[in-house]
Structures are given as structure tokens and as C-alpha cells.
């Protein structure tokens, strides 16, 4: 009858008790959560890491955050103030803070124990820079595994990315933000069981872009020891902010900030309602949602705080990076996502009629040459065909070579040269039974477009619960092949799976992982997924226009 009790008493304290964890800042309690295998895990929802971002502290580098003496009750996730997107139609954007810098942290027991030591997987979130928030990349696929996952919010849009090119709003806060959160998980993980020496960050899109920036950082250096970029990197023609200074002019216009000094415009900037800054959105796209990111990491003067002070080429091509293990993946059509615009009736002939105007805006080609760099790609991938439905499939391709391809192949190639780290390429052609964003769009099944890398991975964002969803058998397989590339990369830099052996790219051979399905992967060399010599002739007469 007593070991009875004592089997009940601890069966009670497991189901009942919530988790909690103490840490340097004070102590914090959290609740349980199921995977999608039914392990019940550990959450701590909203944890702040900086101190509000509000009044002075606005289009200001973030300050660490100051420790509280009751328990912090970490069950909410946080939105930061954003655009309307995609996204708004989830019910937590009904909530949006301009407080928002906060992590969140899922350990895979039902107590968090110090000695455990697990490595610790970071998800940087998606959005065009502008939009999305840390909960985008669910935990219940992952805490299947033995690991401990933390996805972060930061500052997005003009929020976080503003930038007078100045010592005033140097940019780059979203950035920084992360790197707080970095040095935060460094300074408390071991608390939840996370070991602070095995920290990979990944991140898909944006997110992608930003783990790249991350390798090209000093001050993120050490803060993290893998890297995992899906579907963006530095190199990508949207990852760095073109004409800076002049969307804040703009933006203080639009706002009526008269000023006669760069600090009054910041001052009037800072106490006007973050809702009429948010709404100003708008007005730095030239047709809906093009260009894809009008604000963004910039290149910075250097200073004591500054993130990134040389284009990443420059930094890339002198190996000033993070020699640590990087892998790259992109999908197979990223194009398909960022075209959907041109099948509403009119859209390709007004492209066709106005190409000179409005190409240079959507593939993000700089001042200077662009009218006629507009005109050279338009000849090359059309020769003298008019754009129209019949040819879609070419305007399709010619958007997924400049805005993914290229980049992905040209930062895989210069990083595998230059880093004293195995660097890894794949792309992603799998199209998953249960979801996908080519699905919800409407295009073909079986198109793998931008997003659909991670979706068995992170789950599906519009999914509100992505564990009740009944997996195909080929889906099931091809999540417990990611998971398994992810997690023993995230072990010691090697991605491996039993079905096939993931080579590293080598200074002279161009290596890639083609996934088609889990028994229809290989190996190839020397792909090419986009039409390099023109790109390369192209980059070498107009690198400026094109950078």
C-alpha cells in the first residue's frame, strides 16, 4: 500500500506540477505540451531577453534585461507590431506589442534538469524582415528528439530596420536583437539543459538571411557553433537595404516630422503612435508587396555597436566569417512564391508594358545601370517574346534565379572556399502530402516552392494544431529523415541519415544533396540551378547595380 502512494504521489507531481526553471534574472514557470508523438515536453512561453523597446529606447540598440523578483508566469506568446501580412490571420496577431522581445524555450522532459546538456537548436523566424514572430516554427515535430529549442522574436519593419546611415539610427536593430538573444541563451540555457558550447541557429527566408548574417559578425562570433540557412542567405539580393537614408526621410514626411536636424526628425520619429508608423508600411511598395523587403539590414559605419560594416561579398571573398559548419537548402521552385501577383488578369502585360519601371524594383537591382541590366536579363531568359501566361513558367524562373538561385549557389561556392569548416548544399523537391505552400496558393502539386523546406520540420504556420494532423507514410518518413539530418548536424556539424551520405562542397566541386523523396535522393556535382556564366558575365560588368 505504501509503494502504491508513492507510485501515485509521483505520478500526481509529474501530471500536476508545472515546470519550472531558475535562473540568474529569477525564477520562471511554465506548462506541458504534447508532441506530435505524444511526449509530453516542457514550455516556457514569453521570456524576455531585452528591456522594452519603448519611448527613447525606440530605433534604439536593444539593453539586456533586468532581473524581476516574483516568477515570471512564461505561458504567452508575444507578436511585435508589424505590417498587415499573410500572417494577420492568426489569432494571436490580434495582439500585437511594440513590447515584444521576448524567446521562448521548449526542453523535450517534463522538468527541466541543468546536467542534461542537450544541444540547443535556435529558430530564427521568417517574414520578408518585416513580418512573423518566433511561434511561425512550432516545436511539436522537433521535441520528438532529444533537444532543447528556442525560437526568438525580434523588431521587424521600420521597427527594426531603420536606418539613417548615421550615428543616430545606425540600423540593424533586428539584428542586434538576436544577438542579445544569443548571448542570453549563452548566459541561462544551461538552466533548461541546453548546452551553450553546441548552439545551431536556423532559419528559413529571412531567417535564412539572417543566420548567414550571423557567420558574418564578429560580436555574434562564439554566440553559436552551427548554422543551418533555408531559403536565404547574406548574398541574396534582398538581404541588404538599399537607399537607407532615404525611406527614413520619407517616413518622417509621411509623418509630418518637420526637422531641421537628422535629431529632431529621430525625436519626433520616437513619440509618434507606433500604429501610424505601422501603417506607413505601405507606402514603400511600389505595387502589393514589391519590393518583397523595403526595410532591412543595412552595412553600418563603424562604430563600438555596429552589426555589419562591408557588403557580405566583400566580407565573404576575404573569409572574414564564422569558421563554423554551415548547410544551405533551398527549394526547387523558389520563384513560384514571389509570382503569384502576375496571375491576376492584366498583371503579366502591365510587367511586359512598364518592364524598364518595375523589374529593377522587384529583383532589387540597384541605381545607376538598371534599365539596362533590366534589359539584358529580359533578352536572355525571353529573347524577344512578350510576357504572357504561355511563358509564365520562364518569368517563374528568371525570379527564382535572381532572387534565390544565384545567391545560394555564390555565397555556397565563396563560403566552402574560404571557410576552415565543412559547408553543405541541398535542394528540396519533396512535395508533402499533408500541406504545402504550393498547395494553399493553387499551384500544381507538385511544386516545391519558397517555404515548403520546413514545413514537416516547424510545421505548417496556418496549422493551429499541426499535432492532430495525421501524416501520410512517405510524409512521415521524409520529416524523420529532416529531423534526423537536423539533429545530428546540429551534434557535431555532420548532417547524416541512413539513406544517404551528405558530402560537403570542396573548393573545386559544386556538391549537392537533391532530395525527390526519401528513397529518391543523390548526390550531384557541378549542378547548375541557375545559368551561371550569364550571371557571372553579367555581375562582372554591373556588380553595383546588382549587389
Avoid at 534604439?60 to 500572417?87: D, F, G, H, R
Avoid at 537628422?262 to 506607413?280: A, F, N, Q, T, W
Avoid at 510576357?387 to 535572381?402: A, M, P, T, V
Avoid at 495525421?470 to 539533429?487: H, R
Amino acid at each position: 500500500m505504501y509503494l502504491v502512494l508513492i507510485l501515485f504521489y509521483v505520478t500526481y507531481s509529474l501530471t500536476n506540477n508545472v515546470p519550472e526553471v531558475h535562473i540568474k534574472l529569477g525564477k520562471i514557470s511554465g506548462y506541458h505540451k504534447s508532441s506530435v508523438n505524444g511526449r509530453t515536453f516542457s514550455a516556457f512561453e514569453g521570456i524576455p531577453y531585452a528591456q522594452p523597446p519603448l519611448g527613447d529606447l525606440r530605433f534604439e540598440a536593444p539593453q539586456p534585461i533586468s532581473p524581476w523578483n516574483t516568477t515570471l508566469n512564461a505561458t504567452t506568446l508575444y507578436v511585435c507590431k508589424q505590417m498587415k501580412s499573410i500572417y494577420s490571420i492568426l489569432d494571436r496577431y490580434k495582439n500585437e506589442h511594440e513590447d515584444c522581445l521576448y524567446l521562448n524555450v521548449y526542453v523535450p522532459n517534463q522538468q527541466p534538469t541543468e546536467n542534461d546538456n542537450f544541444d540547443v537548436i535556435v529558430n530564427i523566424h521568417p517574414g520578408a524582415f518585416q513580418c512573423g514572430d518566433a511561434a511561425l516554427a512550432s516545436p511539436v515535430y522537433i521535441m520528438d528528439r532529444n533537444i532543447v529549442y528556442v525560437n526568438v522574436n525580434y523588431r521587424l519593419g521600420i521597427l527594426g530596420f531603420l536606418s539613417t546611415e548615421d550615428a543616430f539610427i545606425p540600423g540593424n536593430n533586428g539584428l542586434k536583437d538576436q544577438q542579445l538573444a544569443l548571448r542570453w541563451i549563452q548566459a541561462h540555457i544551461k538552466k533548461f539543459g541546453g548546452n551553450p558550447k553546441s548552439v545551431t541557429l536556423v532559419g528559413e527566408s529571412a531567417g535564412g538571411a539572417f543566420v548567414h548574417f550571423h557567420y558574418l559578425s564578429p560580436k555574434s562570433w562564439g554566440l553559436f557553433h552551427r548554422g543551418i540557412s533555408i531559403s536565404g542567405n547574406a548574398l541574396m539580393p534582398w538581404a541588404i537595404q538599399k537607399d537607407a537614408l532615404g525611406k527614413s526621410k520619407k517616413l518622417a514626411a509621411l509623418l509630418n516630422c518637420a526637422y531641421t536636424t537628422r535629431k529632431e526628425m529621430i525625436d519626433c520619429l520616437k513619440v509618434i503612435p507606433v500604429d501610424e508608423i505601422i501603417s506607413s508600411s505601405s507606402n514603400f511598395y511600389i505595387i502589393p508587396n514589391h519590393p518583397v523587403t523595403p526595410f532591412g539590414p543595412v552595412v553600418e559605419s563603424k562604430s563600438e555597436h555596429s552589426f555589419i560594416t562591408e557588403h557580405p561579398y566583400r566580407l565573404l571573398e576575404e573569409g572574414r566569417i564564422n569558421h563554423v559548419p554551415w548547410l544551405s537548402l533551398i527549394a526547387g521552385n523558389e520563384g513560384a512564391m514571389f509570382t503569384t501577383i502576375f496571375y491576376l488578369p492584366g498583371s503579366l502585360e502591365e510587367m511586359d508594358e512598364n518592364w524598364d519601371e518595375l523589374f529593377p524594383y522587384i529583383s532589387f537591382l540597384g541605381e545607376g545601370d538598371n534599365t539596362k541590366v533590366a534589359q539584358k536579363i529580359k533578352y536572355f531568359y525571353f529573347q524577344n517574346e512578350s510576357l504572357s501566361q504561355s511563358n509564365f513558367y520562364k518569368y517563374e524562373k528568371l525570379i527564382g534565379d535572381r532572387c534565390f538561385n544565384v545567391g545560394f549557389e555564390t555565397a555556397v561556392t565563396m563560403q566552402a572556399n574560404v571557410s576552415k569548416s565543412s559547408v553543405y548544399a541541398g535542394v528540396y523537391n519533396y512535395s508533402a502530402a499533408a500541406i504545402s505552400y504550393g498547395k494553399v496558393l493553387g499551384f500544381d502539386v507538385k511544386v516545391v516552392t519558397h517555404g515548403d523546406c520546413t514545413v514537416l520540420i516547424f510545421g505548417f504556420p496556418f496549422e493551429m494544431n499541426a499535432s492532430d494532423r495525421k501524416l501520410s507514410k512517405s510524409d512521415e518518413l521524409m520529416k524523420n529523415m529532416l529531423l534526423d539530418c537536423l539533429t545530428s548536424f546540429a551534434s557535431d556539424g555532420k548532417p547524416r541519415t541512413k539513406e544517404v551520405s551528405w558530402e560537403p562542397v570542396t573548393t573545386d566541386t559544386f556538391k549537392c544533396l537533391l532530395i525527390r523523396d526519401v528513397d529518391d535522393m543523390n548526390m550531384e556535382e557541378n549542378i547548375e540551378l541557375s545559368p551561371r556564366k550569364f550571371w557571372k558575365d553579367l555581375f562582372e560588368k554591373y556588380s553595383a547595380t546588382l549587389m
